[in-house]
Nanobody
Framework: QVQLVVSGGGLVQAGGSLSLPCAAS????????MGWFRQAPGKEREFAAT????????IYAESVKGRFTISRDNAKNTVYLQMNSLKPEDTAVYYC?????????????????????WGQGTQVTVSS
């Protein structure tokens, strides 16, 4: 059982920045790959970014590459999504998710069904 608590959402103007922290419970955070997904009104949930358990490898969706940065602090049991140069099309509910992995495993997880635990989501609204 892993609890993920997301914060940092809100309203921001186009071109602005926002940082989303996601804090995880438990003692196994450093063994989880972490992902960020988002869901806009009327659209399916889509992949945004993922980071491996050590934090040494990241993957981004093309739609956010160059603007968003995923990072983690294993000492704080927290993963972050730093969002810069925000656009109105970034408006969505943002979710963080965790996937337990075997230490040393090189798999990547780009689909929502590959994750085991989910945070509650936070609304990000970008005004034009």
């Amino acid at each position: 059982q892993v609890q993920l608590v997301v914060s940092g959402g809100g309203l921001v103007q186009a071109g602005g920045s926002l940082s989303l922290p996601c804090a995880a419970s438990g003692r196994a955070f450093s063994t989880y790959a972490m992902g960020w997904f988002r869901q806009a009104p009327g659209k399916e949930r889509e992949f945004a970014a993922t980071i491996n358990s050590s934090g040494r490898s990241t993957i981004y969706a093309e739609s956010v590459k160059g603007r968003f940065t995923i990072s983690r602090d294993n000492a704080k049991n927290t993963v972050y999504l730093q969002m810069n140069s925000l656009k109105p099309e970034d408006t969505a509910v943002y979710y963080c998710a965790a996937r337990p992995v075997v230490p040393g495993q090189a798999r990547t997880f780009l689909r929502d069904y590959e994750y085991n635990y989910w945070g509650q989501g936070t609304q990000v609204t970008v005004s034009s």
